[in-house]
């Protein structure tokens, strides 16, 4: 929505008809305007008001005394979040694709349709307040993003435990931020000035996790042929944090027991005790409850353990941390690039927001650095959204709309369109998943959360074979599989953010095989 007080348009064009009629259009629409000639002047009325620039920059590509490409490329030095609107004629087509790379949120061709120039800058003006709204809310919480019920529970109980060195267990599901937690945990605790210690239990190969918990004597086992302290040494004064700690081997949970008992250890081959101060944080996504019940995790290790138990929430139970999260990591991946930070459509944000996120946050931060080198231009739209965000909100849908008719099921099949045809012709309704609020549990209680179920991407493709075997076609084993290649292809390239290699040893194929699948299918 835009406001009364909100700052100018500035409009940069040396033919005066051009401004003139903006100028008015503008006016007519309550919509300040401020107008220049070319572009040096705008470059000194931007160190002159510096605090107070314009919340638009609507430029001609073509003005003596320098182009609107490299006035661009200036602005967006000094103001990298202001949408800049590039005019060109027709003839001048080409350079919009400069234009895009250099930042632009628009073109306008011209001659321009009147009503449609105001459209687009009335646009721009609301996704230009909209990402001052949003650095605002990043500013007010740096440290953890979180504004959902849930995540104020957790950082409640963060503050709770500022001043405590008590064991925690924190709960939640994989990608859900539980490192975060453990070092805010650390950060405000009186440990603070001592060492963070990380280390994912189920990482690490059974024989070697021991030594590196422990550490080991000189002449231990082949190999080691000097001493080396374990991460309980390294952590002394400061905080150990035990990822995953539901995969530890049954017998070093007895050793883990006894460090937590009385805070002694031997390292391996080693005959002294070794003395430690460590506050241990553990974390698990597993019903550690249930691992005791099977006999794989010892039950007074579990009680030593969860003192206080913090339940971390699944991102699809505080969707409305999703806008939040996707700006800051859009930001972060262009940072870590070093390129020009893009910005995302309400329409957009909606699809994430409907999305399941098996993943989690570490898969919406991966989604953002996908985004970040693949979306075309500087404003993602739905269309630019990758394909494992496109089956499972269209598979959500499907299910929805097959469950809520008895009719045929071609009538009720909601087909998730491919990115060529974009998106904006699906209806986003109610979220399907309830939200679920984050708790500081203590040991008594042994709740853990009950999941809701998601619908499935097996039920999105039932979905889509129905619909396809209705109609004429003789191809749909080949059109579903070309669909499902392609979408996985995608999905394991952007969890390893382009690496071939890696893509494919995740996937269980050659190198070869994923390069020649890669053509095979467009995908280049």
Known sequence: MVTNDMKPIWIVDDDQSIRFVLEKALLREDLPTRSFTNARDVLTALEDDSDRGPQVLVSDIRMPGGSGLDLLEKVKEKLPGLPVIIMTAYSDLDSAVSAFQGGAFEYLPKPFDLPKAVELIRRAVEESQREEVAEERIAETPEMLGQAPAMQDVFRAIGRLSQSNVTVMITGESGSGKELVAKALHKHSPRANGPFVAINTAAIPKDLLESELFGHERGAFTGAQTMRRGRFEQADGGTLFLDEIGDMPFDLQTRLLRVLSDGHFYRVGGHGAVKTNVRVIAATHQNLEQRVKDGVFREDLFHRLNVIRLRLPALRERREDIPALTRHFLKQSAAQLGVEPKRISEAALAWLSDFGFPGNVRQLEN??????????????????????????????????????????????????????????????????????????????????????????????????????????????????????????????????????????????????????????????
């Open 367 to 524: 989604i953002c650095h996908w985004l970040t080198v693949m979306a075309p231009a500087q404003l993602i739209e739905p269309k630019d959204l990758p394909p494992e965000v496109e089956v499972t909100a269209g598979g959500i849908r499907a299910v929805a709309a097959e469950a809520g008719r008895a009719a045929d099921v071609t009538q009720s099949v909601v087909l998730p369109p491919s990115n060529e045809e974009g998106r904006s012709g699906v209806s986003h309704g109610a979220h399907p998943l309830p939200v679920v609020a984050g708790a500081l549990v203590h040991e008594a209680e042994h709740a853990y959360p009950v999941q809701s179920p998601a619908a499935s991407w097996e039920a999105g493709l039932d979905a889509d074979a129905h619909a396809l075997l209705a109609t004429d076609r003789c191809d749909v084993w080949d059109e579903l599989t070309r669909r499902f290649e392609s979408r996985l292809i995608l999905a394991a390239l952007a969890s390893t953010r382009g690496r071939r290699i890696e893509a494919a040893q995740k996937l269980g194929i050659g190198r070869n095989t994923i390069t020649r699948k890669i053509q095979e299918l467009g995908l280049e």
